[in-house]
């Protein structure tokens, strides 16, 4: 199976989470948005995918352009 990888650029309201970066106990822009790569069987295997971002912001920060990248297998796009 032949994995591309994929870039979001991303622009998020952070004033009601903890920062970008996913943490154990608290809400996080990167949990939200992994969450739903997986609900929607973007990704499956987190390790597999190395979700990686140019930039991580601390508790209640917004940000206008974020860079997420990943790997997946699943086929996206136009076709």
Known sequence: MMKQKV???????GLHFHGYARQPTVDTIEDQIVSKLVEKQIISDLKGAKIRCASRTDK??????????????????PG
Not at 7 to 13: G, H
């Open 7 to 13: 870039a979001l650029k991303l622009a998020y309201f």
């Open 60 to 77: 209640h920060v917004s940000a206008v352009a974020n860079v997420m990248t990943f790997y997946t297998a699943a086929r996206l796009g």
